[in-house]
């Protein structure tokens, strides 16, 4: 079996004369959350709808489940359960009601795996209560769980957590954490939160004006906002010694300009000074680097419109 779930190539979405996606090339490994981040309007749901079927590109492939057969999109439908735009609910009707009608609707069998499903988004106890009387975080939780239904490999959700107060945010979190880690599900995530999404994905897409500006994983995210005291001096061989005895960290790395990045004293930047120029050093330059999340989205963003 691949180890991918989902690739795209050059995948392209024009609408009259504008590309809502344009050559977008997308690797979701099996196993993975894969969080889809960009501004409104960036097409995010552009590419969900044509992953799902909803629409179709205009140019460009996608693979399901290493298949690229255009044929393939109907096998791989019934290996993916998505939650797009807000789930359709009958309001009048009751939780457990609405997973058995869409269960009854979709012919999938087995009408006990609907209590499974509810324990699982933490709807067991207001199984019986009507929908239209659900916060909207519960709502949410029933979409995702009438999603599980047909026992997906795979699952899609466009923009979760809109909408939501800090602790539906918490609870989504947590369940969608929970179908990955206990049930092995791949999850697709799309939100215009890095912050947010970068307590759930372990990668992430980009995705600005239609293109993908960059694929990483959520360990190189974290690597490259990473903060950092930036050290320029005289000596930095020395430099490096002094770090090692006198202050007992080997948290940095000398670039090759000379320059020090020192991962560690980050709270403690006078010490770091003191020790220094104590050992006689002229120090050139000393200040916090690193970006944060949202500048490090930012700049990335940045660079699309210059492109
Ligand atoms: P949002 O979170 O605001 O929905 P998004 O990232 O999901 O943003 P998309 O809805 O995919 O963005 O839209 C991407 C671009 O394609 C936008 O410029 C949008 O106006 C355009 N677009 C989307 N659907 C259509 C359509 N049916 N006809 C014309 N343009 C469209």
């Given amino acids: 079996m691949s180890e991918y779930i989902l690739r795209t190539k050059n995948l392209t979405k024009k609408y009259k004369h504008n590309y809502a996606l344009e050559n977008v090339n997308l690797n979701i490994k099996q196993g993975e959350i894969y969080g889809f981040i960009g501004q409104n309007g960036a097409g995010k749901s552009t590419l969900l709808r044509l992953i799902t079927g909803l629409a179709f590109p ?24 998505a939650l797009i735009e807000s789930p359709a609910l009958f309001p009048n ?13 979709r012919g999938i069998p087995g009408r006990e795996s609907i209590d499974n499903i509810l324990q699982l988004v933490g709807l067991m106890d207001t199984k019986n209560k009507k929908v239209k009387n659900f916060s909207m975080g519960m709502k949410q ?7 599980l239904l047909s026992d997906p490999e795979f699952l899609l959700l466009d923009e979760p957590i809109n909408g939501l107060d800090p602790t539906g945010i918490v609870e989504l979190r947590e369940l969608i954490k929970n179908i990955n880690h206990e049930k092995g599900i791949t999850v697709l995530i799309s939100s215009h939160i890095l912050s947010e999404l970068h307590l759930l994905a372990t990668s992430f897409g980009i995705i600005h ?56 004293y980050l709270d403690d930047i006078r010490t770091v000074s003191l020790a220094l120029t104590q050992k006689g050093l002229i120090m050139e330059h000393l200040s916090q680097n690193g970006d944060s999340l949202e500048s490090y989205f930012s700049k990335v963003i940045e660079e699309g419109e210059h492109e």
């Fill in 209 to 264: 004006k239609g293109k993908l500006m960059e694929e990483l994983t959520a360990k190189e995210l974290d690597e490259k906002c990473r903060q950092y005291l930036q050290i320029k001096v005289d000596r930095p061989a020395i430099a490096s010694t002094v770090l090692e005895q006198e202050l007992a960290t080997s948290d940095f790395e000398i670039m090759q300009d000379g320059t020090i990045k020192l991962y560690d």
């Fill in 93 to 105: 009707m009751s939780a457990f009601e609405n997973l058995e009608i869409q269960r009854i609707q």
């Fill in 58 to 81: 205009t140019e460009g492939t996608i693979e399901w489940f290493g298949n690229d057969d255009p044929k393939g999109l109907t096998n791989a439908q019934k290996r993916m359960g």
């Fill in 141 to 147: 939780r029933l979409g995702i769980g009438i999603a």
